[in-house]
C-alpha cells in the first residue's frame, strides 16, 4: 500500500462509451501524474498536475482529458477511445515536482488495466 | 534525446543466486537515477535513487545500485535472490527539473527458480 488509491482496476469499454479513472492519494502531495504502461512500451507519462495546475501535456490525444479538482484527487475522463489505447494507466504522486529541493520519491497507485473493445 | 535502455529483457536466476540488471542511459547532463519494481498487478515500487555523492546506493529489500558515469551505467544488483524478487524491474533517468520527467526504460522481468 503506497498511499495512492486507483479505481477501477479493472475496466472494460466500448469505443463509443465514456468512462473515467480515479486517483486519490491523501500523502499530502502536490503533484500527481498520469503515465500510461503499454506492453513491450516504456511507460509514458501523459500529464503532470501540481497543485492542480497542468504543468505538463505531453502531446495525449484529446480523446483524454485529465481533471484535478483538489491536491489530493485525479481524474482521467475517456471518450471513443481506441483499441491501441488498451493498457495499464497509473496514476502517482509525489511532494513536489522537485524543482527546488531536487528529486523526491514518486509513490505510484496499482494502476486501472483498461481494455477498449 | 535521453534514453534508457535495458538490454535484458528476460532474466531467469536461482534462489539464493546473485542477481545483476543492467540499465545504460543516455544523457548529457548528470543524471538521477532510479530503479523501480513492480510485482505482477501492481504499481511501481521505488527501490532507490540516485542523486549525487556516494556512487553506490543501497536500497529496499537488499538491493544496491551502483553508478559508472564513464559508462552511463546504473546497474541493480542483489548478492543472494529471493522468489519474492520475481517481478518486473524499470530503470528510469530523471531530467530538467520535474520528478515527472522520468524517462523510463522497458524493463527486464525476472523470474526465480526454486
Known amino acids: 500500500e503506497t498511499g495512492v488509491t486507483q479505481t477501477p482496476r479493472h475496466l472494460v469499454m466500448g469505443m463509443t462509451n465514456k468512462k473515467s479513472l480515479k486517483c486519490e492519494q491523501h500523502?499530502?502531495?502536490?503533484?500527481m501524474y498520469w503515465y500510461k504502461q503499454s506492453a513491450k512500451k516504456p511507460l509514458e507519462l501523459m500529464f503532470v498536475y501540481s497543485l492542480e495546475e497542468r504543468v505538463e501535456n505531453n502531446s495525449v490525444p484529446s480523446r483524454f482529458s485529465p481533471e484535478c479538482p483538489n491536491s489530493s484527487h485525479l481524474f482521467l475522463h475517456l471518450h471513443t477511445l481506441q483499441p491501441e489505447d488498451s493498457a495499464l494507466y497509473l496514476c502517482?504522486?509525489?511532494?513536489?515536482?522537485?524543482?527546488?529541493?531536487?528529486?523526491?520519491?514518486?509513490?505510484f497507485g496499482q494502476g486501472t488495466r483498461l481494455t477498449v473493445v | 534525446a535521453q534514453s534508457v535502455t535495458q538490454p535484458d529483457i528476460h532474466i531467469t536466476v536461482s534462489e539464493g543466486a546473485s542477481l545483476e540488471l543492467r540499465c545504460n542511459y543516455s544523457y548529457g547532463a548528470t543524471p538521477y537515477l532510479f530503479w523501480y519494481v513492480q510485482s505482477p498487478g501492481q504499481g511501481l515500487q521505488l527501490l532507490l535513487k540516485?542523486?549525487?555523492?556516494?556512487?553506490l546506493v543501497q536500497g529496499i529489500k537488499g538491493f544496491e545500485a551502483e553508478f559508472k558515469r564513464s559508462q552511463s551505467s546504473f546497474n541493480l544488483r542483489k548478492p543472494s535472490v529471493h522468489w519474492s524478487d520475481a517481478a518486473e524491474y524499470f530503470c528510469a533517468v530523471g531530467y530538467g527539473g520535474s520528478q515527472g520527467n522520468l524517462i523510463f526504460g522497458k524493463g527486464t522481468k525476472l523470474s526465480v527458480k526454486p
Open positions: 502517482a504522486s509525489s511532494q513536489d515536482l522537485g524543482r527546488s529541493l531536487g528529486y523526491t520519491e514518486a509513490f
Open positions: 540516485y542523486f549525487s555523492g556516494d556512487t
Open positions: 500523502l499530502g502531495h502536490n503533484a
